[in-house]
């Protein structure tokens, strides 16, 4: 495994130059020598070559201050997965954030270049995959579509993503796993999702537009939602929102929303797999208060429940 280490702004500005990424950060009083020593983040961040222009890059950080990055370099193909916490990424004039368990696939050039910012106070575990145009030409034969794109990671890719930050493997061992790791998410990465038919508009009726929303926290209660995100999916005030959902089905938003992750969870664990591992698919940041909210919910810990099944 790689060791956890504190990561400094000289540390951050050498992987700037190895990957062609200029980083800001905050301001550092004194001299430049010291500003140089102040801590960004701590944590493990592991570079991995797989081949020829294929490069693999694994972080397990707390950010201890928030920085912000933006791409100088070029890549065929750019893969970006986020596994906990949250970045606010900018492409082309838009913003977007890209929280845990959904992945950003694109191309890097001199026209579409990528910034991001990382707020502090943060546990953040990003995977990233980088294929120049040979490597690409090897292992897909073909250019991926310029257009970029979000995408939800299934959970059993989630699973080998985890497998990869906890793996005990080493040396030709532990580069053949993310081999196969990095074919899993260019399997899943190279075809665009389909658009997801959400009715936000205020001509749709109030009725389909509350639908978009449960159907949006039924189908993907891993993502991180909010009030706010929601009210504006729907076209109405939070308030307003909060008031016709409750009347629609009989719970707000929030309360649909964790009763789902609830539900997600409790088909997991039956369905054998770990305490952390239906922590993390469920949406919780957090194991502990997985463990909590399903006490308070069922009567018993996941652990018992996990315990029990044949």
């Known amino acids: ?71 100088r370099g070029q890549a065929a193909l750019l893969i970006v997965a986020v596994l906990e916490g949250r970045v606010r990424l900018g492409l082309a004039g838009r913003e977007r954030w890209l929280t845990a368990g959904e992945a950003y696939t694109l191309c890097l050039d001199d026209r579409q270049v990528l910034g991001a910012h990382q707020p502090a106070d943060q546990r953040l575990r990003t995977l990233s995959l980088a294929l120049s145009d040979e490597a690409m030409g090897q292992w897909c034969g073909s250019l991926p579509p310029a257009a970029p794109y979000a995408w939800s990671l299934p959970n059993a890719l989630a699973l080998t993503l985890e497998q990869g930050y906890r793996s005990g493997l080493s040396g030709q061992a532990r580069r053949l796993f993310f081999q196969g790791l990095a074919l899993q998410l260019l399997a899943q990465g190279l075809t665009p999702p389909a658009p997801e038919r959400l009715p936000a508009t205020a001509t749709a009726a109030p009725a389909r537009r509350l639908e978009a929303v449960r159907r949006l926290l039924e189908e993907h209660p891993e993502r991180e939602h909010d ?84």
């Open 1 to 71: 495994m790689f060791p956890p280490r504190r990561h400094t702004v000289a540390d951050f500005l050498g992987y700037g130059r190895r990957y062609q990424i200029d980083y800001r950060f905050p301001v550092a009083p004194g001299q430049p020598e010291r500003a140089a020593r102040l801590p960004i983040a701590q944590g493990r961040v592991e570079e991995v070559t797989l081949t020829a222009g294929a490069e693999l890059v694994l972080s397990d950080l707390k950010v201890i201050q928030p920085y912000a990055s933006r791409s």
């Open 227 to 310: 009030l706010a995100a929601l009210a504006s999916l729907a076209a109405m005030s939070p308030s307003t929102l909060a008031r016709r959902f409750r009347a629609a089905y009989g719970c707000s938003p929030i309360d649909y929303l964790r009763r789902r992750r609830l539900a997600r969870a409790r088909e997991l664990l039956l369905g054998g797999y770990s305490v952390q591992q239906v922590a993390h698919l469920s949406g919780y940041r957090h194991a502990s208060n997985f463990i909590t909210a399903f006490r308070r919910a069922y009567g018993v810990s996941p652990g018992s429940l996990s315990s029990s099944r044949p």
